[in-house]
């Protein structure tokens, strides 16, 4: 009874960890730091030009204004550029025969990478485009966007010229992203709780609120479920990380203040990446991009757990039957576990006549039952939650496939067979948690038959609560479960069986 009722426990701890990770777990967030107070510049420096992400002054510019839009494309990814700010208005990119549209709203202001908010005039010339405007204080500005050729960690070039015969400085200017990030259509209903600003510091990445941070980091941006748009700082050059709005209206920017010598210029890079979330590219740069992945609370298996169904899906041409083929390497491994809670679970069921005993003699003192049923276990050396060794181990493997299959992009869109269409998703037609309940049903059943009302209820519920729970799970993680019932089944049928054949020696081996 104590081993059903220990089962019942687990369910329980399963749905409190999905409860507790999404709603509880807080993410680190450093307190914001207050605006600095504006300055009022000398004479012979510029004053701040602010850009489209804080305020709007486009009558300042003496540059002449473009007023058609420009597109630029490779073979990934088609960008409508702006002439207001050298801005995008749309960030088109073309991932498995769909199209996902990073700008979250291209009609609003302000719009993602605006810088100085003047109208610049763009040049473009195969995957690259040249932009250039002339600020109020004579400064010239040549933006170039150059798009990658493999991947998606592009290019932002700034090149600023003075021609004066004195220093300039451009105060607290901008470049960032806003309002919000882009996903898929069918995934914008969820995109404003999951949308977050975000940056890696030193050690590890850090979800901001909003306010004002002294440093971006080793990189800075915005992401959701499946994308992400991250800027990387030059080496030299540490700009301040504003982050404002919050979910779908965030908004993310590097700020920063350039000093041009006197007849001189000055030239920034930022390299940044505007793609999905595929830990194992984004791996493959080698700028610790692959840590706006998020694996959940034991992100360590999960890693391990993505990197073998990585390798497995190369095998196979197929991710659901590389699931299925690590299951059952995960079953092995945990097989002589698996055995030992069978032999549990068999001298569980010995002890049941003595124990209905004991509980049908003791039912009014709850002390005295619990000591004598303490005596019974000792003295046969059981161990009442022995059964459930194995599924307390596989409950860290379990929560990193969860959180694995739902982030990863890898499987996301990743078909199996017939009708699973995509392993991230919820099976539409809800047959694998059907299924899996059935078998969870047919397993407590080969377990034996029990007597007591409370074991009967409880086997009757736990499928029940397990396929309403796995309802709305990744299919992934329901043909994991599948197989792994099934495969506990098989196991626990030829346990049986070889139990009947050498009683003797299994009965020595349980009590002792």
Not at 452 to 476: E, H, L, R, S, Y
Request: hydrophobic content about 40%.
């Amino acid at each position: 009874m104590e081993n059903k009722n220990f089962l019942l426990a687990i369910a329980l701890s399963i749905s409190f960890l999905f409860i507790w990770s999404v709603f509880v777990v807080p993410r680190f967030s450093p307190p914001p730091l207050q605006a600095p107070p504006a300055q009022a510049s000398p004479k012979g420096e510029a004053t701040a030009v602010p850009s489209a992400l804080t305020a709007a002054h486009p009558e300042d510019a003496r540059s002449p204004a473009q007023s058609a839009d420009t597109i630029l494309r490779n073979e990934r990814n088609e960008i409508v550029l702006a002439p207001l700010g050298g801005a995008v208005r749309n960030w088109r990119l073309n991932l498995k025969g769909q199209e996902i549209d990073l700008v979250n709203s291209g009609d609003g202001t302000p719009l993602p990478l605006s810088t100085f908010n003047v109208p610049f005039h763009i040049t473009q010339t195969g995957s690259q485009a040249v932009m250039t405007a002339t600020l109020t204080n004579g400064v010239k500005v040549t933006k170039t966007l150059i798009l990658s050729s493999s991947g998606f960690l592009n290019n932002l070039v700034i090149h600023l010229e003075n021609p004066l015969s004195q220093p300039v400085e451009i105060k607290n200017w901008e470049l960032g992203w806003g309002p919000g990030l882009g996903t898929a259509p069918s995934e914008r209903k969820e995109n404003s709780r999951l949308t977050r600003a975000l940056s890696l510091g030193k050690i590890t990445s850090h979800y901001l609120k909003a306010g004002e941070y002294p440093d971006a980091g080793q990189w800075a941006g915005i992401d959701n479920r499946y994308f992400m748009v991250v800027f990387i700082p030059p080496a030299n050059v540490h700009p301040q990380f504003t982050v404002s709005g919050s979910k779908e209206q965030t908004v993310v920017s590097l700020r920063d203040t350039t000093s041009i010598p006197a007849h001189g210029q000055v030239t920034l890079e930022y390299p940044f990446y505007a793609g999905p979330k595929g830990y194992t590219q984004l791996k493959q740069y080698g700028k610790r991009l692959e840590e706006g992945v998020d694996f959940g609370t034991f992100s360590a298996v999960g890693k391990v757990i993505l990197s073998a169904i990585y390798r497995l899906q190369g095998w196979t041409g197929n991710y659901g039957w590389a699931i299925v083929i690590l299951t059952i390497g995960l079953q092995t491994l945990l097989l002589p576990l698996t055995l030992k809670s069978f032999k549990a679970q068999m001298a569980m069921k010995k002890l049941q006549p003595q124990i209905a005993a004991i509980q049908a003699q003791f039912k009014s003192d709850p002390k005295r039952l619990n000591i004598e049923m303490m005596n019974v276990y000792k003295k046969t050396g059981t161990n009442p939650f022995g059964g459930c060794l194995p599924m307390l181990l596989q409950l860290p493997i379990f929560w990193a496939l969860f959180t694995t299959l739902r982030n990863a992009y890898e499987l996301r869109g990743a078909p199996w067979i017939g009708w699973v269409h995509d392993l991230s998703a919820a099976d539409p037609l809800h047959i694998l948690p059907i299924v899996m309940g059935g078998a969870m049903f047919f397993q407590q059943r080969l377990s034996g038959a029990v007597t007591d009302p409370t074991q009967k209820q409880m086997m009757m519920v736990m499928p029940i609560m397990f396929t309403v729970m796995f309802f709305n799970f990744p299919a992934g993680l329901v043909l994991y479960w599948l197989t792994n019932n099934l495969l506990t089944m098989g196991f626990q049928y030829g346990f049986q069986q070889y139990q009947k054949e050498t009683p003797r020696v299994i009965n020595t081996t349980i009590v002792k």
